[in-house]
């Protein structure tokens, strides 16, 4: 799943720095498009949150060995990964 995810994420992180090179026309269009860049932290800050839940579900599993710790950790890290997938998405869009 992690694959699946990661390959577009790369594309778009390769594409967003891209845009970010060109500093004054990234900036204003950052500022223009404010409210999707403000939706597009949200997605970033949700995935932070998610990702400590999984990190800290995986580390109790590691020490109790309760099996349903372990999947709900990695489907939190999945969905971690979902986030900052729609992060990049909308951080592209912005700058586009």
């Known amino acids: 799943m992690f694959f699946v995810i990661g390959i577009p994420a790369i594309y778009l992180t390769l594409r967003s720095i891209l845009f970010l090179r060109r500093g004054s026309i990234a900036s204003s269009r950052i500022f223009l498009r404010r409210?999707?860049?403000?939706?597009?932290?949200?997605?970033?800050?949700?995935?932070?949150i998610i990702?400590?839940?999984?990190?800290?579900?995986?580390?109790?599993?590691?020490i109790t060995g309760l099996d349903?710790?372990?999947?709900s950790g990695g489907l939190f890290l999945i969905g971690m990964a979902a986030?900052?997938?729609?992060?990049?998405?909308?951080l592209n869009h912005v700058l586009r």
């Open 51 to 62: 990702g400590v839940l999984g990190s800290v579900q995986v580390y109790i599993w590691s």
């Open 83 to 90: 986030l900052i997938l729609i992060y990049l998405r909308l």
């Open 68 to 71: 349903i710790l372990r999947v």
């Open 35 to 48: 409210g999707m860049m403000i939706k597009a932290s949200r997605f970033l800050l949700s995935s932070s």
